[in-house]
């Protein structure tokens, strides 16, 4: 049974031993990445990942990412072609998610994949995600720990706020690093970029001397929604200056009632993105509005989380 209220324990011995029971009695776990905070499950255990679904109030053709220790383990679950595997070489353990075709032998609940024939994979640098693999000993699915299209967290505070009772355990290791969710890639049929994150599109064009397509087809990985990433108040992009009743979060030379970076920084503006999304959500006024932010590098991401987040 679900304890009322969601127990949030520090990252440390007593908090990854709790932690990792909970996932081997196919219980259900908030934990840090290097990207943002998720609710992880047992990706072999399908009434584990159905409590995923659950507890998001997530859609069931939404597929999730599983998260493994390192290459060796990916590839029991994935079949790698030249390209995956140089990009897992070049960015894991990271913020890089590849979408490969599954094999027929990998153990992974059907709800993971959606019912698809691929499997969405990568290795976690967090060291609380990678202690809580080691200490389960198994692949462990996790979409980011909010309500399903809700404003992602970055901190355990946020988990607790979206999910409640629906989490029982959360470990907490601080805000985190990149502050948005893994890139996504797809090797096969063709080099597909299936969602901006903190591995860019020109450090993918570096690696293989391509540059990846935009996938145009249904949903094939998370974060493919055309609405997410979505505060509950009214958001309007690109704005200079606020208008009636809205919070403003600025960026370099706009200034705010909260800013992404007041350097202009995209690195720190992403790390920011979530947070300032949550505060602007809990203010006192009606409507939120988000200032320009460059489209180049990782600013491609931010744009791609705010259009969602905007999107009605």
């Not at 959360?170 to 996504?184: C, F, K, V």
Request: glycine share 10%; net charge negative; hydrophobic share 50%.
């Amino acid at each position: 049974m679900d304890a009322p209220n969601a127990c949030i324990f520090p990252y440390g011995t007593a908090g990854l031993a709790t932690a990792a029971a909970r996932i081997i009695a196919g219980g259900l776990v908030a934990v840090p990445t290097e990207t943002v905070y998720g609710l992880a499950a047992d990706a072999t255990n399908g009434a584990a990942v159905a409590g995923i679904y659950a507890a998001k109030g997530r859609p069931s053709f939404n597929p999730l990412i599983v998260h493994v220790a390192d290459l060796a383990a990916a590839e029991r679950l994935a079949v790698f072609d030249a390209d995956a595997r140089a990009l897992a070489v070049a960015f894991w353990p990271g913020p890089l998610t590849l979408v490969l075709p599954l094999r027929g032998n990998a153990g992974i609940a059907g709800l993971v994949t959606a019912g698809l024939d691929t499997i969405a994979i990568r290795v976690p640098r967090h060291r609380a995600m990678q202690a809580l693999i080691a200490a389960t000993d198994r692949p462990l699915a996790a979409p980011s720990a909010n309500a399903s299209g809700g404003i992602s967290p970055t901190c355990a505070a946020h988990v607790a706020a979206s999910l409640g009772a629906a989490v029982a355990v959360i470990l907490d290791d601080g805000p985190t690093e990149a502050g948005i969710e893994s890139t996504i890639v797809a090797t096969t049929p063709a080099l597909a970029l299936l969602r901006p994150g903190p591995v860019t599109s020109e450090a993918i064009t570096a690696l293989l001397s391509r540059v990846p397509v935009a996938h145009a087809g249904g949903i094939v990985a998370p974060g493919q929604l055309a609405s997410h990433y979505a505060p509950t108040k009214p958001l309007r992009l690109d704005a200079t200056q606020a208008g009636a009743n809205e919070w403003l979060i600025g960026f370099g030379a706009v200034a705010g009632d909260d800013t992404l970076s007041d350097d202009g920084d995209l690195i720190e503006a992403a790390a920011r993105l979530f947070g300032a999304l949550h505060r602007a959500d809990a203010s006192d006024r009606r409507m939120i509005a988000v200032a320009p932010v460059p489209h180049h590098g990782i600013g491609a991401a931010i744009n791609d989380r705010l259009a969602r987040a905007a999107h009605r």
